[in-house]
């Protein structure tokens, strides 16, 4: 499938390139996260396209060590979305001037070492790792406490996710009021230190520090710079010091200058569990009182997006709105190792077993209903294989099939959600219809 949704050639001038689209026709662009996943996975069967995957992101970024969240190589941005994506302006543009959750350098050293037929990758790009973790700490740190902020609810890659409503309100990702959010950045070219500064509407994001912090690891790994590693643990008690809630037993983003907790329960409040330096009584109480509690995250299908006690919690489709609910790979892949880490083996078989399962029943789906395990949204998605990094067997050598690029077709993907539509328009009804049924019942004499 990932052979499947590989896009290569060259630019005008020359400039090669090589990614995973996430799942055409929907994804056909290079995203920064997306892309870090895909080649993890592909690390295990093809090392030398997860390194041409990493190598193309970074030829993606600028000389001062920014890199984009999502970048155009083969295919523009079409007329509908070109507005609502960050970019400096509406046409022309090679890659969005807004960043995504940066997990480049954890990705590079998973990679290297995967890649003994390419011994020089591993320090092939450290000047540009170090730049790109420099421009962060520079940009996004402006008040210095360790915590990067991101300016727009997608950096973290989580678009629409219930905790960032009260901060984005009629700006929020999935409304219209988000073409002014990116619009308001236009006008002051994207200078986030200035964006900060002048507007409230900024987040210190967990899940996008936990892999800062773990990035910021690899790093000092990968250049013997001891500076790195004392950043990320810099990053990481600030976390600890700042987000964590003793009374909740949940990391917490912050907003704003004011640095005001958004207590809403999503995984991204659970993610520092990833953390090598995390204390243990926290993360037990992360593992015990939510993580494995039945109504909170712990659903027959793989970890909800967000916790099943939330109000705002959907499970699934709808449309625009993805991490309000529904389970996806990835967050699977950061927490399940820390299960294992704990002692929790038998939960983690569980969660991974229920994630075959889904696949084996649905693909690769974006994302699928925690509840029934429904897989939906897009088809094809590039990191839902990031099951495979969890099933501990050695890859390598896996025939990758001839065939050709799989395109898809933009009919079939909406008729596809129309489905999904119908079938979660008819499933509240049913309910509504069950409920009246209940009440009608109750009131019946005798
Ligand atoms: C959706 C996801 C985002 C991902 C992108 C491409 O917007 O929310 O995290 O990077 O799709 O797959």
Known sequence: MLAGNWRHGSLADGTPYGFTCPAPPRYRHQWYWDSCFHAIVWRHFQPERAREELRTLMRGGRLDGFIPHTIFWHDRAGWRRAPFYATHSLRGNRGTAHIQTPLLALAWELVA??????????????????????????????DGDGLISIIHPDESGLDDSPKYDPVFGWMSHYLPGYFWLV???????????????????????????????????SLGRLTGDETYRLRALRTERALVELCWDEERGLFWDLAGAEQTPLRVSTWSSL?????????????????????????????????????????????????????????????????VPALRRFGYS???????????????????????????????????????????DLLGGEGGGADVPADGPFVGSVRDELRAMGAEAAGETARRLNRRAAAAAAAARRLRPG
């Open 113 to 142: 070492a995967r890649s003994p037929d390419d011994p020089g990758f591993r320090g092939e790009a450290l000047d540009a790792l170090r730049l790109h973790y420099d421009w962060l700490g520079r940009h996004r740190d402006p």
């Open 183 to 217: 619009e308001r950045s236009r006008r002051l070219r994207y200078d986030s230190r200035a964006i900060i500064a002048r507007y409230d509407e900024h987040i210190e994001d967990v899940l996008v520090n936990v892999f800062y912090a773990l990035s910021l690891r």
């Open 271 to 335: 993610a520092p569990l990833a953390l090598p330096s995390l204390p243990e009584a926290i993360a037990r109480r992360l593992i015990e009182e939510h993580l494995l509690h039945a109504d909170r995250y712990r659903a027959p299908y793989g970890i909800p997006s967000v916790s099943m006690e939330e109000p705002s919690f959907q499970a699934g489709w709808h449309l625009f709105r993805c991490w309000r609910g529904p389970s996806w790979i990835n967050t699977v892949w950061l927490l």
């Open 346 to 388: 038998d939960d983690a078989d569980r969660i991974v077993a229920s994630c075959i399962e889904l696949v084996e029943r649905h693909g690769f789906r974006e994302y699928y209903n925690p509840l029934n395990g429904e897989g939906l949204a897009a088809r094809r998605f590039g990191w839902s294989t990031l099951l495979v």
